[in-house]
């Protein structure tokens, strides 16, 4: 029987597994207050890819949305996420800027930081961060990124555990599987090895539910001693996302496990994300049926989507099946890179190309050639040699070779920015400035999103959106309706 | 690496755990000839309930219906399942009407039979039901009812297996989980102990992936040793149903075992039944989150829809979670009967009754005090002594202690009914005779069912059905909508 701490990800990978992150600030906040009462520890919310969809798809301050989020939850601390190496999608960044990211992000009121690296290789780079957190007293928890190959063994994960936790900064590890592949089985060897090796730090667990069985995953890193747990409110639970918090905590109760939530507000809160889900067209999330397929390839489930609309540019759709192949054999010939950021990205695009070329390795992304020396840290197997060879014979791979990342001083970089405060310089790094100027027009994050609260009018909502018919007429004994355009 | 054999419950159970019983046979008809090349080896179609749903509320001859499915299906061998001792939910019918239900089905061209009794005990009626199938040369399943109790162990079913299995009429066993309570892990001990005692028989496995588990628990069945398995088409699966056969296939695959359905026909069945419960408002299965309440009280999918309906009458839809509680104690007090007709209905009634008058078996159906003495045969458990003390004090137990159910020969049935046709006999034995005449007033089966076929027609379907307003304008740059009562 253990006392279980929940933290809630609706806000952050609920919305990124489901809405492609699009929830703008007012679709959270007439609930935030409530969020805020439900007794999360914390309450994950920021990335730098929400940030770049604020500003580009709403003209929407991100900044300001974060404002007004920690203002709306004083009693729970509120978590960024961020990839040690960069914040843009699939490049480096300058450590100054990621010093500086976290810097801010504090000073915004964010108190707890989940560090990653894909490759488990710059521990140097998560401690550097991590120490900057901790001069704001803020939380850093330190992930280890599941996934399933020949090289993530118990004892790959074992030693990771010790490298990461080995820091005074890190206050706890994260057991991150973003492709819901992790199984009740393999915990019962993978968590006692991390356990083993994680210097008495506090394990979180964060399973997504693509196949349905995050639940019992979840069920039995609780018998196996993990305590802390994550979850989403059910619109934004399920399928390519979370375990819901509303059958969790029903799970955990039949268990004769404790937690310290106050269920009687999760209705409300799940009621209003229903109703923007359904008023925006976003995906309201249903649980997967399980499929042994996600397990060959891996792929995260709002990956999939990404894979499909790249395929439908190319009039391709109908070969989804034969990508997801493709993804699991580019992984194996990179390397086993953890799909996560930037790799997923970058096996995709190239399983895609592949695909579409009707070729193996013609065309090669800078970054794979990026990867390939090293730049990213050291993959965590050897790259195929043959594909090694095709990597390295790439036109632009001889100047890529000679120019690792730069490393550009704050100075520099606030030089080529001009006089801009710092979160406006974070900005232009992240997007390109006519995005930006069309932002500041739009003026201040709006605080509500207007719902449509009788099912009436969501039909009607439905219809309009979905109608082709310039002129239709229907009637019965008591309605008579008409469809113009 | 098995071959499995695929059984279709589309229309059946599917039709059963998700539509109520309401298909009429004009919704299965147009695909039926493609259900014919799909290469189930059997699909499963009759059942009493749905003759009586179809008459009372389809007003639709079940006998034509069947007639025209079993035509549409040249290839394939038609299903019907029945529960030793009655045909009516809840009482016992004479044998001879039951032998005659067996013939007449013949007659009309079912080929196989799955037979179940919830107590496993009545060895003679399972037995004389096969061999009356067996005079057709019909297929005969015996059912296994999956239950977990302190006596539903491993050697309780290789005891039931054995018996079961003994009659030269049995051809197969099924493993019969309708609960969907079933776990990989307890398939890797029920399956073996029943293995070793079925008399060599081949054993199907019918799962209902309530809680998500069933696929895993078909793999691990196939694992096991057995090899035929039960699917639904994609719309009429999962959720309270049965695995999808989309899936199971993919599944199948990857795990590298084989099977002969052609998967090119899939799709266009799901896509019709898709839109025939859009049209008639019908729900369609998606997966459930794993919920362990659901091992907790066994109350199978469909019939917590009933409890819902029974506690709305006394306005008391939110004790939902106690009436399931009461119906785990209420199950145990009784000798744990497995949850299925009559004893889910029986252990249901008695649990809102408790429920509902806060007084525990205040009141007892005639049908516990009927159980009580054994008409349905030996409970698996002793009733608990405190509640058979209860059944022996009530007014209405002398009627039925040392009493057997009425048995009347088929002559003296013929006489009650007057001098109508076998199959008449049957209606009128199942439904009161004012439904018949309106049935008959309702004119012959329709081979069709008209769906709608464009998106924008069914959602203006879904607007008429729900608006209340009497006038209703709205519209925007390129679009106007008015509705009108």
């Not at chain 2, 002559?411 to 009914?417: L, N």
Request: proline fraction near 6%.
């Amino acid at each position: 029987m253990a006392h279980v701490e929940i933290i809630d990800q609706t806000l952050r990978d609920g919305q990124q597994s489901l809405w492609g992150m699009q929830m703008r600030a007012g679709m959270a906040l007439p609930v935030t207050p409530l969020i805020d009462r439900v007794g999360y520890d914390v309450v994950d919310f920021v990335g730098s890819s929400m940030m770049e969809i604020m500003v580009r798809n709403f003209a929407e301050n991100p900044w300001e949305g974060l404002d007004l989020i920690v203002e709306s939850m004083p009693r729970t601390k509120l978590r960024a996420g961020l990839r040690n190496t960069g914040i843009i999608s699939m490049s480096v960044t300058p450590e100054c800027l990621m010093d500086l990211w976290v810097t801010r992000l504090c000073e915004h009121g964010v108190r707890s930081f989940w560090i990653y690296d894909v490759l488990h290789w710059n521990i140097d780079k998560t401690h550097r961060l991590a120490g900057i957190a901790k001069q704001y007293d803020a939380e850093v928890v330190a992930a280890l990124m599941y996934t399933v190959s020949p090289v993530h063994t118990d004892e790959f994960y074992g030693q990771k555990a010790h490298l990461l936790s080995n820091s005074p900064h890190v206050d706890r590890l994260i057991i991150y599987d973003t492709a819901g592949v992790l199984t009740p089985e393999r915990c019962q060897t993978l968590i006692p090895s991390i356990q083993a090796h994680c210097n008495g730090k506090t394990l979180e667990i964060h399973s997504h539910n693509v196949v349905g069985i995050a639940p019992l995953t979840y069920m039995a890193a609780i018998d196996l001693g993990v305590n802390v747990i994550h979850t989403c409110s059910r619109p934004l639970a399920n399928g390519a996302s979370l375990p819901s918090v509303e059958m969790t905590l029903r799970n955990l109760k039949l268990l004769g496990h404790t937690h310290r939530l106050d269920a009687k507000l999760l209705p409300t809160i799940a009621d209003h994300f229903e109703r923007v889900g359904k008023t925006a067209g976003y995906t309201l999330g249903v649980p997967n049926e399980y499929d042994l397929w996600i397990f060959e390839h891996q792929v995260p489930g709002g990956m999939t989507g990404t894979l499909k609309n790249q395929l439908a540019q190319y009039g391709m759709a109908d070969r989804l099946d034969e990508v997801l192949r493709e993804v699991a054999a580019v992984r194996r010939d990179l390397g086993y890179p953890g799909m996560a950021t930037p790799f997923s990205q970058l096996v995709g695009v190239l399983s895609v190309m592949n695909i579409v070329n009707g070729e193996r390795f013609k065309t090669i992304p800078d970054e794979v050639i990026q990867y390939a020396c090293g730049h990213y840290g050291q993959p965590v197997a050897p790259i195929d040699p043959n594909i090694l060879d095709r990597i390295m014979s790439a036109p632009h791979a001889k100047e890529i070779a000679a120019h690792p990342p730069p490393q550009p001083s704050l100075e520099t970089l606030r030089a080529q920015f001009g006089g801009v405060d710092d979160d406006e310089l974070i900005l232009r790094y992240l997007i390109a400035q006519p995005f930006i100027e069309k932002m500041h027009a739009a003026g201040p994050v709006p605080r509500t999103f207007p719902t449509f609260l009788d099912p009436q009018l969501e039909r009607v909502l439905d219809l309009m959106e979905d109608s082709t018919a310039r002129h239709l007429q229907l009637s019965d004994a008591e309605l008579k309706l008409e469809l113009r355009r | 690496m098995a071959h499995i054999e695929i059984i279709d419950q589309t229309i059946r159970d599917g039709n059963q755990s998700l539509w109520g019983m309401r298909m009429q046979a004009g919704m299965a008809l147009p695909v039926a000839p493609l259900m014919d090349r799909a290469g189930y080896s059997v699909v499963d179609f009759v059942g009493s309930s749905m003759f009586e749903v179809m008459v009372r509320h389809a007003r639709e001859d079940p006998w034509e219906g069947l007639d025209l499915i079993v035509r549409a299906l040249p290839n394939t061998r038609v299903r019907a399942g029945m529960r030793c001792h009655g045909i009516i939910t809840m009482s016992v019918t004479p044998n001879d009407l039951m032998d005659l239900w067996v013939r007449r089905l013949c007659a009309h061209g079912v080929r196989s039979f799955w037979i179940h009794d919830p107590l496993h005990c009545n060895l003679d009626k399972l037995h004389r039901l096969a061999k009356v199938a067996k005079e057709y040369d019909a297929e005969v399943v015996l059912a296994l009812m999956y239950s977990v109790s302190p006596v539903h162990t491993d050697g309780f079913y290789a005891n039931a297996a054995a018996r079961l299995s003994a009659s030269a009429d049995v051809d197969r066993l099924i493993l019969y989980d309708m609960g969907g309570i079933m776990v990989p892990e307890r398939i890797k001990t029920l399956v073996p102990a029943i293995l070793e005692n079925c008399n060599g028989k081949p054993i199907e496995v019918h799962s209902h992936n309530v809680t998500g588990l069933a696929p895993l628990v078909y793999l691990e069945a196939i694992n096991q040793g057995l090899n035929i398995i039960h699917t639904c088409a994609r719309p009429l699966a999962n959720g309270s149903s049965l695995p999808s056969i989309e899936m199971t296939l993919r599944n199948l695959k990857l795990a590298g075992h084989t099977y002969g359905i052609d998967s090119t026909v899939l799709a266009p069945i799901s896509e019709h039944f898709e839109r025939v419960a859009r049209t008639a408002g019908f729900q369609i299965g998606v997966p459930n989150e794993y919920d362990l309440w659901m091992y907790e009280h066994q109350v199978p999918g469909g019939m917590t829809g009933t409890l819902k309906n029974q506690l709305a009458q006394h306005g008391m839809e939110e004790r939902l979670d106690e009436v399931l509680q009461e119906t785990a104690n209420v199950r145990r007090e009784l000798g744990y009967p497995a949850m299925a007709t009559p004893f889910s209905q029986l252990v249901g009634v008695l649990a809102v009754m408790n429920v509902v008058t806060g007084k525990r078996y205040a009141s007892i159906p005639d049908e516990v005090i009927q159980y009580a003495y054994g008409w349905y045969g030996a409970p698996v458990a002793p009733i608990d002594p405190a509640i058979m003390d209860r059944i022996d004090s009530h007014p209405r137990a002398k009627d039925f202690r040392n009493s057997q159910p009425p048995n009347p020969s088929l002559s003296e049935i013929r006489k009650q009914y007057g001098n109508v046709s076998d199959d008449e006999l049957i209606l009128r034995f199942l439904v009161a005779e004012h439904h018949i005449d309106a049935m008959r007033a309702a004119g012959p089966v329709r081979r069709d069912y008209p769906v709608l076929q464009d998106p924008t027609l069914e959602k203006v379907r879904q607007i008429m059905t729900a608006s209340t307003a009497k006038h209703l304008m709205l519209a925007t740059e390129d679009f106007k909508l008015e509705l009108r009562r």
